[in-house]
Protein backbone atom coordinates (compact mmCIF):
# COMPACT_ATOMS: atom_id res chain seq x y z
CA UNK A 1 0.00 0.00 0.00
CA UNK A 2 1.62 3.18 -1.13
CA UNK A 3 1.85 6.21 1.09
CA UNK A 4 -1.05 8.25 -0.11
CA UNK A 5 -3.53 4.95 -0.28
CA UNK A 6 -2.51 4.93 3.57
CA UNK A 7 -3.96 8.02 3.85
CA UNK A 8 -7.02 8.02 1.91
CA UNK A 9 -7.92 4.74 3.90
CA UNK A 10 -7.14 6.29 7.08
CA UNK A 11 -9.23 9.31 6.52
CA UNK A 12 -12.63 7.10 5.50
CA UNK A 13 -11.67 4.94 9.12
CA UNK A 14 -11.45 7.99 10.55
CA UNK A 15 -14.76 9.98 9.08
CA UNK A 16 -16.39 6.48 9.43
CA UNK A 17 -15.55 6.50 13.61
CA UNK A 18 -16.41 10.18 13.62
CA UNK A 19 -19.82 10.11 12.00
CA UNK A 20 -20.41 6.61 14.96
CA UNK A 21 -19.48 9.22 17.25
CA UNK A 22 -21.62 11.60 16.65
CA UNK A 23 -24.47 9.13 16.64
CA UNK A 24 -24.38 7.59 19.75
CA UNK A 25 -23.61 11.56 21.23
CA UNK A 26 -27.17 12.35 19.09
CA UNK A 27 -28.90 9.50 20.73
CA UNK A 28 -28.01 10.32 23.88
CA UNK A 29 -28.63 13.38 23.82
CA UNK A 30 -32.09 12.71 22.64
CA UNK A 31 -32.66 10.40 25.29
CA UNK A 32 -35.47 8.03 25.72
CA UNK A 33 -38.71 8.82 23.14
CA UNK A 34 -41.93 7.58 24.66
CA UNK A 35 -43.23 7.74 20.87
CA UNK A 36 -40.87 4.52 19.68
CA UNK A 37 -38.65 2.89 22.31
CA UNK A 38 -40.09 0.37 25.01
CA UNK A 39 -38.99 -0.78 28.29
CA UNK A 40 -39.53 2.68 29.55
CA UNK A 41 -40.04 4.02 33.36
CA UNK A 42 -41.97 7.07 34.03
CA UNK A 43 -42.69 8.28 37.51
CA UNK A 44 -44.87 10.90 39.03
CA UNK A 45 -42.97 13.64 40.87
CA UNK A 46 -44.35 16.45 43.13
CA UNK A 47 -46.36 14.98 45.71
CA UNK A 48 -44.57 14.09 48.09
CA UNK A 49 -46.09 10.13 49.07
CA UNK A 50 -42.88 9.79 50.95
CA UNK A 51 -43.88 11.77 53.60
CA UNK A 52 -46.62 9.77 53.99
CA UNK A 53 -44.53 6.31 53.51
CA UNK A 54 -42.05 7.29 56.07
CA UNK A 55 -44.97 8.86 58.61
CA UNK A 56 -42.72 12.18 57.53
CA UNK A 57 -39.26 10.72 58.56
CA UNK A 58 -38.60 11.48 54.55
CA UNK A 59 -39.58 13.55 51.78
CA UNK A 60 -39.38 13.62 48.45
CA UNK A 61 -35.63 14.80 46.74
CA UNK A 62 -35.67 17.61 44.30
CA UNK A 63 -35.79 16.71 40.85
CA UNK A 64 -32.13 16.99 39.58
CA UNK A 65 -31.65 13.81 42.60
CA UNK A 66 -33.28 11.19 40.63
CA UNK A 67 -32.30 12.40 37.11
CA UNK A 68 -28.97 11.75 38.42
CA UNK A 69 -29.74 8.65 39.92
CA UNK A 70 -28.26 5.66 38.16
CA UNK A 71 -31.44 4.07 37.86
CA UNK A 72 -33.12 7.12 36.30
CA UNK A 73 -36.66 7.18 34.95
CA UNK A 74 -37.20 7.83 31.20
CA UNK A 75 -40.07 10.36 31.97
CA UNK A 76 -40.94 12.09 34.62
CA UNK A 77 -44.51 13.64 34.98
CA UNK A 78 -44.41 16.80 37.22
CA UNK A 79 -47.68 16.51 39.34
CA UNK A 80 -50.09 18.62 39.31
CA UNK A 81 -51.40 21.54 37.62
CA UNK A 82 -54.86 21.11 39.40
CA UNK A 83 -56.46 24.40 38.39
CA UNK A 84 -57.92 25.29 35.20
CA UNK A 85 -59.27 28.96 34.77
CA UNK A 86 -57.46 31.98 33.37
CA UNK A 87 -55.09 32.03 35.75
CA UNK A 88 -54.25 28.16 36.46
CA UNK A 89 -52.19 27.02 39.41
CA UNK A 90 -50.08 24.50 40.22
CA UNK A 91 -49.59 22.37 43.24
CA UNK A 92 -46.24 20.83 43.75
CA UNK A 93 -46.74 20.06 47.61
CA UNK A 94 -43.21 21.31 49.84
CA UNK A 95 -41.42 21.78 46.67
CA UNK A 96 -42.54 24.96 45.19
CA UNK A 97 -44.68 27.43 47.71
CA UNK A 98 -43.74 30.89 46.02
CA UNK A 99 -46.12 32.48 44.07
CA UNK A 100 -46.04 35.76 41.75
CA UNK A 101 -47.02 38.86 43.16
CA UNK A 102 -50.34 39.11 43.02
CA UNK A 103 -51.30 36.02 41.71
CA UNK A 104 -52.29 32.66 42.96
CA UNK A 105 -49.81 30.85 40.20
CA UNK A 106 -46.53 29.13 41.73
CA UNK A 107 -43.35 31.11 40.90
CA UNK A 108 -41.12 27.42 40.62
CA UNK A 109 -38.30 29.19 38.52
CA UNK A 110 -35.41 27.74 40.63
CA UNK A 111 -36.34 24.80 39.04
CA UNK A 112 -35.60 25.59 36.01
CA UNK A 113 -31.82 24.64 35.71
CA UNK A 114 -32.84 20.88 37.52
CA UNK A 115 -35.60 20.54 34.23
CA UNK A 116 -32.80 21.41 31.67
CA UNK A 117 -30.47 19.07 34.15
CA UNK A 118 -33.17 15.50 33.71
CA UNK A 119 -33.89 17.12 30.30
CA UNK A 120 -30.14 16.95 29.28
CA UNK A 121 -29.85 13.46 30.44
CA UNK A 122 -32.49 12.57 28.01
CA UNK A 123 -34.77 11.92 30.47
CA UNK A 124 -38.61 13.52 29.15
CA UNK A 125 -39.70 16.36 31.87
CA UNK A 126 -43.97 16.43 30.88
CA UNK A 127 -46.59 18.41 32.99
CA UNK A 128 -49.31 16.54 35.01
CA UNK A 129 -53.01 17.93 34.55
CA UNK A 130 -55.52 17.10 36.80
CA UNK A 131 -54.81 14.61 40.01
CA UNK A 132 -56.97 13.40 42.82
CA UNK A 133 -57.87 16.85 43.96
CA UNK A 134 -58.11 20.07 42.44
CA UNK A 135 -60.65 22.78 41.11
CA UNK A 136 -60.75 21.78 37.09
CA UNK A 137 -62.70 21.27 34.01
CA UNK A 138 -63.25 22.41 30.51
CA UNK A 139 -66.64 23.04 29.14
CA UNK A 140 -66.28 23.02 25.53
CA UNK A 141 -64.03 22.16 22.56
CA UNK A 142 -63.70 25.52 22.13
CA UNK A 143 -62.59 26.14 25.71
CA UNK A 144 -59.92 23.01 25.63
CA UNK A 145 -58.98 24.52 21.80
CA UNK A 146 -58.09 27.68 23.93
CA UNK A 147 -56.46 26.36 26.43
CA UNK A 148 -54.23 24.43 25.04
CA UNK A 149 -52.59 27.71 23.78
CA UNK A 150 -52.52 28.69 27.05
CA UNK A 151 -50.91 25.50 28.35
CA UNK A 152 -48.09 26.30 24.90
CA UNK A 153 -47.38 29.33 26.52
CA UNK A 154 -47.32 28.93 29.84
CA UNK A 155 -45.12 25.74 30.12
CA UNK A 156 -44.16 24.80 26.37
CA UNK A 157 -42.62 26.51 23.71
CA UNK A 158 -44.30 29.59 24.04
CA UNK A 159 -43.61 33.24 25.50
CA UNK A 160 -44.72 34.89 28.73
CA UNK A 161 -46.69 37.87 28.51
CA UNK A 162 -48.69 40.17 30.85
CA UNK A 163 -51.36 37.69 31.12
CA UNK A 164 -49.10 34.78 30.79
CA UNK A 165 -46.58 33.98 33.32
CA UNK A 166 -44.12 30.69 32.91
CA UNK A 167 -43.27 29.02 36.71
CA UNK A 168 -40.74 27.49 35.39
CA UNK A 169 -38.83 30.64 33.64
CA UNK A 170 -37.18 29.42 30.84
CA UNK A 171 -37.39 25.86 30.70
CA UNK A 172 -39.58 24.48 28.11
CA UNK A 173 -41.38 20.78 29.19
CA UNK A 174 -41.28 18.43 26.39
CA UNK A 175 -45.20 17.62 27.51
CA UNK A 176 -48.14 17.04 28.87
CA UNK A 177 -50.36 15.09 31.25
CA UNK A 178 -53.88 14.35 31.52
CA UNK A 179 -54.63 12.51 35.02
CA UNK A 180 -58.38 13.42 34.90
CA UNK A 181 -60.65 12.09 37.93
CA UNK A 182 -63.02 14.82 38.03
CA UNK A 183 -64.53 17.78 36.58
CA UNK A 184 -66.80 16.42 33.91
CA UNK A 185 -64.92 15.12 30.38
CA UNK A 186 -65.95 17.95 27.65
CA UNK A 187 -63.07 19.84 25.89
CA UNK A 188 -59.76 17.07 26.48
CA UNK A 189 -59.94 15.91 22.90
CA UNK A 190 -60.12 19.50 21.30
CA UNK A 191 -57.12 20.08 23.49
CA UNK A 192 -54.65 17.14 23.03
CA UNK A 193 -55.41 17.93 19.18
CA UNK A 194 -55.06 21.37 19.27
CA UNK A 195 -51.80 20.99 20.76
CA UNK A 196 -50.14 18.73 18.70
CA UNK A 197 -51.11 20.76 15.90
CA UNK A 198 -49.93 23.57 17.70
CA UNK A 199 -46.47 21.70 18.35
CA UNK A 200 -46.85 17.65 16.63
CA UNK A 201 -43.31 17.13 18.51
CA UNK A 202 -44.90 17.81 22.20
CA UNK A 203 -45.08 14.93 24.10
CA UNK A 204 -49.00 13.88 24.75
CA UNK A 205 -49.84 11.39 27.82
CA UNK A 206 -52.91 10.51 29.68
CA UNK A 207 -53.35 8.47 33.30
CA UNK A 208 -56.71 6.78 32.65
CA UNK A 209 -58.41 4.31 35.40
CA UNK A 210 -57.56 1.33 34.43
CA UNK A 211 -61.82 0.43 34.16
CA UNK A 212 -62.63 0.29 30.16
CA UNK A 213 -63.63 3.09 28.96
CA UNK A 214 -62.49 5.27 31.68
CA UNK A 215 -65.18 7.92 33.28
CA UNK A 216 -63.83 11.10 32.24
CA UNK A 217 -61.26 9.90 29.33
CA UNK A 218 -63.05 7.69 26.57
CA UNK A 219 -63.91 10.38 24.52
CA UNK A 220 -60.80 12.32 24.70
CA UNK A 221 -58.80 8.79 24.40
CA UNK A 222 -61.16 7.67 21.06
CA UNK A 223 -60.67 11.32 19.51
CA UNK A 224 -57.97 13.04 20.84
CA UNK A 225 -53.92 12.74 20.13
CA UNK A 226 -51.71 10.35 22.62
CA UNK A 227 -48.35 9.36 22.60
CA UNK A 228 -48.95 7.01 25.52
CA UNK A 229 -51.13 6.51 28.00
CA UNK A 230 -50.01 5.54 31.60
CA UNK A 231 -53.03 2.98 32.85
CA UNK A 232 -53.31 3.36 36.43
CA UNK A 233 -54.09 -0.64 37.38
CA UNK A 234 -54.27 -0.06 40.96
CA UNK A 235 -57.41 1.19 43.31
CA UNK A 236 -59.90 -0.72 41.08
CA UNK A 237 -60.49 -4.32 40.82
CA UNK A 238 -58.80 -4.80 37.47
CA UNK A 239 -55.21 -4.33 38.99
CA UNK A 240 -53.11 -7.36 38.38
CA UNK A 241 -53.19 -8.90 41.90
CA UNK A 242 -56.80 -10.10 40.40
CA UNK A 243 -55.53 -12.03 37.70
CA UNK A 244 -58.22 -12.45 36.26
CA UNK A 245 -59.76 -9.39 36.36
CA UNK A 246 -56.51 -7.85 34.95
CA UNK A 247 -57.76 -5.96 31.73
CA UNK A 248 -53.89 -4.61 29.71
CA UNK A 249 -55.79 -6.65 26.41
CA UNK A 250 -58.64 -4.41 26.18
CA UNK A 251 -56.40 -1.48 27.01
CA UNK A 252 -53.97 -2.87 23.71
CA UNK A 253 -57.02 -3.70 21.57
CA UNK A 254 -58.43 0.22 22.03
CA UNK A 255 -54.15 1.38 21.39
CA UNK A 256 -54.47 -0.84 17.68
CA UNK A 257 -58.45 -0.12 16.82
CA UNK A 258 -59.69 2.91 18.25
CA UNK A 259 -56.79 5.44 19.34
CA UNK A 260 -56.38 8.30 16.58
CA UNK A 261 -52.64 7.65 17.07
CA UNK A 262 -52.05 3.64 16.25
CA UNK A 263 -48.86 4.14 17.41
CA UNK A 264 -49.79 4.79 21.09
CA UNK A 265 -47.73 3.08 23.55
CA UNK A 266 -49.33 1.69 27.00
CA UNK A 267 -47.89 1.35 30.11
CA UNK A 268 -48.89 -0.47 33.17
CA UNK A 269 -49.68 1.60 36.14
CA UNK A 270 -48.71 0.28 39.52
CA UNK A 271 -48.16 2.22 43.12
CA UNK A 272 -44.32 2.53 44.65
CA UNK A 273 -45.76 1.50 47.95
CA UNK A 274 -48.64 0.21 50.12
CA UNK A 275 -49.04 3.64 51.65
CA UNK A 276 -49.32 4.95 47.67
CA UNK A 277 -52.69 3.47 46.61
CA UNK A 278 -55.85 2.26 48.58
CA UNK A 279 -55.07 -0.75 46.92
CA UNK A 280 -52.73 -1.97 44.58
CA UNK A 281 -49.62 -2.65 45.51
CA UNK A 282 -47.38 -5.09 43.85
CA UNK A 283 -44.09 -5.09 44.49
CA UNK A 284 -40.62 -5.49 42.43
CA UNK A 285 -41.04 -9.13 41.72
CA UNK A 286 -44.47 -9.20 41.07
CA UNK A 287 -44.39 -6.25 38.92
CA UNK A 288 -41.60 -7.94 36.72
CA UNK A 289 -43.88 -11.37 36.33
CA UNK A 290 -46.86 -9.50 35.07
CA UNK A 291 -44.85 -7.12 32.75
CA UNK A 292 -43.15 -10.01 31.55
CA UNK A 293 -46.17 -11.94 30.80
CA UNK A 294 -47.73 -8.66 29.28
CA UNK A 295 -44.90 -8.20 27.27
CA UNK A 296 -45.10 -11.63 25.46
CA UNK A 297 -48.53 -10.93 24.50
CA UNK A 298 -48.58 -7.02 24.03
CA UNK A 299 -45.34 -6.45 22.97
CA UNK A 300 -46.21 -3.82 20.08
CA UNK A 301 -48.37 -2.17 22.41
CA UNK A 302 -46.33 -2.06 25.84
CA UNK A 303 -44.34 1.17 26.41
CA UNK A 304 -43.16 0.35 29.91
CA UNK A 305 -44.27 0.99 33.73
CA UNK A 306 -45.40 3.93 35.38
CA UNK A 307 -44.77 4.38 39.29
CA UNK A 308 -46.49 6.66 41.85
CA UNK A 309 -44.61 8.10 42.61
CA UNK A 310 -40.94 9.13 42.19
CA UNK A 311 -40.04 9.60 45.89
CA UNK A 312 -40.97 5.84 46.92
CA UNK A 313 -40.11 4.42 44.06
CA UNK A 314 -36.20 5.56 44.51
CA UNK A 315 -36.75 4.98 48.55
CA UNK A 316 -34.60 2.81 50.39
CA UNK A 317 -31.07 0.78 49.75
CA UNK A 318 -33.05 -1.85 47.22
CA UNK A 319 -35.33 0.60 45.57
CA UNK A 320 -38.57 -0.75 43.08
CA UNK A 321 -37.02 1.36 40.55
CA UNK A 322 -33.39 -0.22 40.76
CA UNK A 323 -35.39 -4.16 40.68
CA UNK A 324 -37.19 -2.71 37.41
CA UNK A 325 -34.53 -0.56 35.87
CA UNK A 326 -32.29 -4.15 36.62
CA UNK A 327 -34.87 -6.74 35.64
CA UNK A 328 -37.82 -6.39 33.12
CA UNK A 329 -36.68 -2.39 32.23
CA UNK A 330 -33.36 -3.45 31.48
CA UNK A 331 -32.23 -2.17 28.20
Known sequence: MSPTEFVTLLTKYTTVLALCAAFLFAQQTLGFDPRIDTNGLAVYWGQNTLSVQTDGAQ????????????????????????????????????????????????????????????????IRVILSMGG??????????????????????????????????????????????????????????????????????????????????????????????????????YNNACSPDNADQFNFGAWADWASTKSKNKNVKVYIGTPACKECASSGFLGADKIAQVYKSTKSKYKNVLGGVMLWDAGSAYYGSSSIAASLRNGPLKN
Open 59 to 122: NERPLSEYCADANAPDIVMLSFHNVFTKTPQLNLANHCETRFRGSQMLNCQPMANQIKTCQKKG
Open 132 to 233: ASGAYSMDSDADGASYAQTVYNTYLGGKASSDIKRPFGDAVLDGVDLDIEGGGSSGYASFTNKLHEISPDTLITSAPQCPFPDAYLANALDNGWFDAVFVQF
